[in-house]
């Protein structure tokens, strides 16, 4: 107890930074939840199609939000050493970075969605994708812009602002799902597309929202006129770019090999793909909480990183670290405990139910690998050491995990489960990896 009490200091601020941001992220989970399962009560076709559309679209969201995670040690820094007017104009940058990434994001989903009948999935889905994939489309630039502004306020430890509108839009979204998905207040049942609609609405509310506190908040007056004045700095896009790209691709990659087994899970039927959404959602539930704690490492440490305290930053990361296994061993025991009640939470099809309680041994397995990833890229970040993040990403998610899925699902034929057993496998890998290029920065070699 004596070698933990030199961590106490280290897991109040950590807590204190990360529970608002481990709310927020909640909050996308019940809406994640609530997407899934008023979708699979309105027809389990509907709820295959939005797994196949929300792991496409996530690839490249997920991605593009790794890109604004840049910001974080740029803010961090400047906060750090108290300079006000320098994060401001950071702010101002990254708005400017992120309206250019996500035109790059909306290319590329576009071209996605002109060859989203050559990808395998069942013809009978492919009527519902398609209108519901071109809404969320329209979603991608006002993410990134969100983005931009959840990083800076996260960079300055104003984590409660950026909870506060989350939970805000995500209230919004829900009540919008339960209007257009049913057809409730004189409005037409429109089914997936409702929903669909209605995450668009709330994503242009929360940019908007967002904007209107930066401007008046009294809490963001220091950094206005940085923003205001500060001008377009081609050093700060650069530097932007530098640390925002390799975080990207991580992200990406970790996240495409989450969604390119979603087509080999296409290749084993609808109730598949509806079991693998359902199991999905829970699994984001535990990520995004993890990834809370995560951020609130990545700010704590890029903080010290700026005053040149390596000691900060050690005990920082290994502070995150004891927080991390503690909130696995919580998180994965609910989970084994309501494993019979999950699938009936989304979808009354008892095939679904089924299959959902047989992904709990993989699901299991991975979660110390996921919370040792999270932990060391995220520390990685905040010492802007994250170009090495980017071929640890591709042993481990893509030379890795890809072709394990596919043995186990496949070549052993124990399908969806064999397909999920590739996430113990890379996330593990990745987190070890990670660990190890911490200690060599650490050690000062």
Known sequence: MQGFSKYSGHYRQLLSLGLPIMIGQLGMIILSF?????????????????????????????????????????????????????????????????????????????????????????????????????????????????????????????????????????????????????????????????????????????????????MRGRRFAPYREGFFHGGFSRETVRRLFSLGTPISLQMGIETASFSLTVIMVGWLGTVALASNQVMLTISQLTFMIYYGLGAAIAVRTSYFHGQKDRRGVSHTVISGFHLMVMLELLLTSVVVLLRHHLGGWFTEDTRVSSVVVTLMVPFVIYQFGDGLQIVYSNALRGISDVRPLVPIALLSYIAVALPVSYFFGFVLDLGLVGVWMSFPFGLTLAGFLMWRRFRYRMSGS
């Not at 009948?117 to 329209?138: A, F, N, S």
């Not at 409702?194 to 668009?200: D, K, M, Q, R």
């Open 34 to 214: 609530a997407d899934t399962m008023m979708v699979g009560n309105h027809s389990t076709m509907e709820l295959g199609a939005a797994s196949f559309v929300n792991n496409i679209m996530n690839l490249l969201l997920i991605a593009g939000t790794g890109f604004s995670y840049g910001l974080t040690p740029v803010v961090g820094g400047h906060y750090g050493c108290g300079e006000s007017r320098s994060a401001g104009s950071a702010l101002r940058n990254a708005l400017l970075t992120n309206g250019l990434v996500s035109l790059l994001m909306m290319t590329l989903l576009t071209v996605v969605m002109f060859n989203v009948h050559r990808l395998g999935q069942p013809e009978e889905l492919l009527p519902l994708v398609r209108p519901y994939y071109l809404v969320l489309l329209c979603s991608v630039p006002f993410v990134m812009l969100f983005s931009a502004f959840k990083m800076f306020a996260d960079g300055i430890t104003a984590t409660r602002v950026s909870m506060w509108i989350l939970l805000t839009g995500n209230a919004l979204n829900i009540l919008g799902n339960y209007i257009l998905i049913y057809g409730h207040c004189g409005m037409p049942e429109m089914g997936l597309l409702g929903a669909g609609v209605s995450t668009l609405c709330s994503r242009v509310f929360m940019v908007v929202l967002f904007m209107a506190v930066f």
